[in-house]
């Protein structure tokens, strides 16, 4: 896989270099390089802001120095006579729409010029950004993210890219706001490549990990030596050697913790793909399972 990323602070990105990310770089799993926006600003103070139409604080990152470096990045040239009109996409065509369509311009607009290339950009406005999401991004060859900083970035630009066929895509990572999308991005980078075969010694260990698989759960609370600390044991359970049920017993415990800390993600759960002892302990709790919500929530 390879990464680019965009950002006013690159040296940010430094500590990609570090632990496992680092050591994955090396062995040529992946290759991470940063870029400075203002290489492509053309003014003696290399501004990449301006202020906000319509008035308002603070200011907002300009379109035309986030054009040249995507344009840069992903090898092509701007056309005014090609430009295809933005004013009303949000996203590039369904198939259905190519089949549909009657001017071959629309079409072409739908055909993923740089195939798997996805742009990111960080939007505290934006969906959030999910395991799922991570686990389908692992699976392309090129991820190109763009940090915004100040009030964020022109609106016209993931809605430009978006129109000329590009996997444009915009998250948020949580309910709060950043100075900039530079923890964002490596929050989402980490995310990624953690998930790439090869990268974790012992693959295993991302198997039964919070929000993974078809049963979104949080994990189960992980122990360690010694057995007994400051007067708090570890559960005799986990020392019993009889795997069954430590492996039920951590089930148990990834039920309670999400019915407890994120009951949203019981709600998601599909009654079918339940045992009957899980059905009998979220029932305990008071769910109500012939509806997928508790009852006393």
Known sequence: MKIDIVSVFPEYFDVLNLSLLGKAQEHGLLSIDTHDLRDWTHDVHHSVDDTPIGGGAGMVMKPEVWS????????????????RDVNDAKHAPSLADIESADDAEYALS?????????????????????QD????LSQQKRLIF?????????ARIPAYY?????????????????NGGEVAVSAMVEAI????PGFMGNPDSIVEESYTGKQALLEYRQYTRPAQWRGRDVPDILRSGDHAK???FRRDEALVRTANIRPDLIEQLR????????RKLLTSLGWDLTHNYPESH
């Open 68 to 83: 040249e470096c995507l344009d840069s990045l992903l090898g092509v040239t701007y056309d005014a006579s090609d430009a």
């Open 110 to 130: 739908a055909i993923d010029p740089a195939p798997g290339t996805t742009i990111i950009f960080p939007n505290p406005s934006a969906p959030l950004f999910t």
């Open 133 to 136: 999401d991570a686990q389908e």
């Open 146 to 154: 763009g940090c915004g900083r100040y009030e964020g970035y022109d």
């Open 162 to 178: 978006s129109a000329q066929g590009y996997d444009f895509r915009e998250y948020s990572i949580g309910d709060y706001v950043l």
């Open 193 to 196: 490549t953690r998930l790439l």
């Open 246 to 248: 430590v492996d039920r």
């Open 271 to 278: 009654v079918e793909d339940l045992d009957k002892v899980d």
